[in-house]
């Protein structure tokens, strides 16, 4: 074992978790170190190609390690699926160079879901031990510095902000976006211009938004994307404060017999996979929820039997994606005006619209008092003409080639407009939704791999399927000739929270308020494992503001104590 390098503080990860610590304490001049399994991918190294979204470069692999799968069959028994991965991105920046960038805010009843809805059978739902509040300096800290684009308009859900505006005004907007708000007038709904986590204009040394549509999925060319390597971890390194280990796979934590985290071990995939150590005063596990879970459960001691944090069986515990659905609207070229025609022809600009007017649903058809609602946001999918052209050869049971085919392929591309909308509603925790060791594989280095046991509560469906009908509802009213909706209940890919939920009691929680573990008084878990809830909405731009939070508790901590500093 080569003890390779000694830190103040050791961050495991480097996604939306992981980038405000190693940016403020950085900044602050003491020693950071980030451990990440993937390389260090730039903006001239994403291109605006389909076959290169998340592609295999970008991505951890199956051959070496993944997930196993568990979901409901609807019956009682369980399936099994072990080619499954929940992997957000295997490079510096993790998922955030891949997001989408929706950056909607949580709002104030989200952090006290029990309080404002009351308790709900088989779900574990609780109020956050923090408030809104106490997060709101720190949003208004990630629109500023990682970079946010939008405007702030007045709506019945607009949540209590300390700023009148963004600081970045909002993207280019598309035509047909004025043709949603005519629409959602008319239902005497409130459109909402969206906010993205997308540079409109240039910003310490990132370039604005070039519109080429390859953003969800797809690295940013331009470096507008905030990603948490192109807002952050560049400016991070730039301090010469802050050093980014690249593959650097972390598979264990050592503690001492005080319970206490000494240093990290892990094997460099740049050299043969040996394996080497980090020494550090604090440490911060940032790996997304699951490997952080899978990192915590593997890592065992003398105080830590059962893995650190996990005294009482907590760790895993509580895990959630975002539940929802999709819908669609086609419009045909020949059924509309000329300059409708023309308008939704146009490509480049974002669709930049949201609805959350049933973020709370009152209605009696669905429940006899208000219960928690969620977001419509309406986008366009990225360019993918390879992808659409494979899918038209089908009619059918049978397969098109020759002038049918072709035909079909010039309508697509000429004749018709897609776009959809996206349903985001809360996931509800329960006791069948968790992250365990997988006690049959392991990985390529011989470590067990994370197994997801992904049950749902059937509330969700409820609520989705509510909202679901309310965006098709929306197409109708737009004038789409063809709408329609679908809810899911297969967990997410990515958007995954929980596994490591806060809260005041150690008996059924992992960390406390500031996202310290219980019972290991040197380790942080600053990814989106700490949530009790997703909220209505992406986690990301909440992930960002919680680590930003983190980061001013550690701050604190260190100049009060000279013994964290090396």
Request: net charge neutral.
């Amino acid at each position: 074992m080569k003890s390779s390098k000694q830190f103040d503080i050791c961050i495991v990860g480097s996604g939306a978790g992981a980038g405000p610590i190693a940016y403020e304490l950085a900044r602050a001049g003491f020693k950071v170190g980030v451990l990440e399994k993937g390389k260090w991918f730039k903006e001239e190294d994403f291109f605006k190609d389909e076959q290169l979204a998340r592609h295999s470069v970008f991505r951890s692999q199956f051959k070496d390690e993944r997930h196993t799968l568990e979901e409901p069959n609807g019956d009682g028994s369980w399936s099994s699926d072990t080619t499954s991965q929940f992997w957000g991105g295997n490079i510096v920046g993790g998922a955030t160079n891949f997001m989408s960038a929706y950056f909607h805010r949580l709002k104030p009843q989200d952090f006290r879901l029990v309080s404002e809805y009351g308790a709900i059978k088989g779900a574990n739902n609780v109020d956050w031990p923090i408030s809104y509040d106490e997060l709101e300096p720190y949003y208004a800290k990630v629109e500023q510095v990682v970079g946010v684009s939008g405007k702030v308009v007045n709506h019945p859900q607009l949540e209590p902000r300390s700023t009148k505006d963004f600081p970045f005004p909002p993207t280019a907007e598309h035509p047909v976006a004025q043709r949603f708000d005519i629409a959602c007038k008319s239902l005497k709904l409130h459109p909402l211009p969206m906010a993205r986590g997308i540079l409109s204009i240039p910003f310490n040394g990132r370039l604005s938004c070039e519109y080429s549509g390859y953003c969800g999925n797809y690295g940013c060319h331009s470096g507008a994307k905030a990603s948490s390597r192109a807002a952050l971890l560049d400016s991070a390194v730039k301090t010469g404060h802050c050093e980014i280990v690249t593959q650097a796979k972390v598979y264990r934590l050592n503690t001492d017999e005080s319970g206490n985290i000494t240093s990290a071990d892990y094997f460099d995939l740049a050299d043969g996979d040996s394996s080497k150590r980090v020494t550090a005063k604090l440490f911060v596990v940032a790996c997304y929820s699951i490997e952080s879970a899978r990192l915590l459960l593997s890592s065992t001691g003398v105080k830590h039997p059962n893995g650190i944090g996990n005294r009482y069986q907590q760790v895993g515990k509580n895990l959630h994606c975002c539940a929802g659905g999709t819908g669609h609207g086609v419009f045909k070229m020949d059924k509309l005006k000329e300059l409708e025609a023309k308008q939704l022809k146009v490509r480049g600009p974002f669709f930049n619209r949201a609805l959350q007017d049933w973020y709370e649903i009152d209605d009696s058809a669905v429940s006899g008092k208000p219960i928690k609602g969620g977001t419509l946001d309406f986008v366009f999918d990225p360019p993918s003409p390879t992808g659409a052209t494979s899918s038209l050869k089908w009619q059918g049971d049978n397969l098109l080639w020759g002038t049918p085919l072709k035909q079909k392929i010039k309508s697509h591309f000429t004749q018709s407009k897609d776009f959809k909308f996206e349903v985001f509603c809360d996931w509800l925790t329960n006791d069948e939704c968790y992250v365990s060791l997988d006690t049959q594989e392991k990985d390529r280095w011989g470590q067990n791999v994370a197994k997801v046991r992904a049950g749902f509560h059937p509330h969700d469906e409820k609520v989705a399927q509510y909202l679901v009908d309310r965006g098709v509802e929306v197409m109708k009213a737009m004038g789409a000739h063809k709408s329609w909706g679908n809810v899911f209940t297969q967990p997410t890919s990515n958007l995954v929270a929980g596994g490591c939920r806060f809260g005041d009691d150690p008996k059924t929680s992992v960390l406390d308020k500031n996202c310290r573990v219980h019972d290991c008084d040197n380790l942080y878990v600053t990814d989106g494992s700490f949530m009790p809830n997703g909220g209505s909405v992406t986690p990301t731009f909440t992930i960002y503001a919680n680590a930003f939070r983190v980061a001013d508790k550690m701050l604190e901590r260190m100049r009060a104590d000279v013994s964290l500093i090396s």
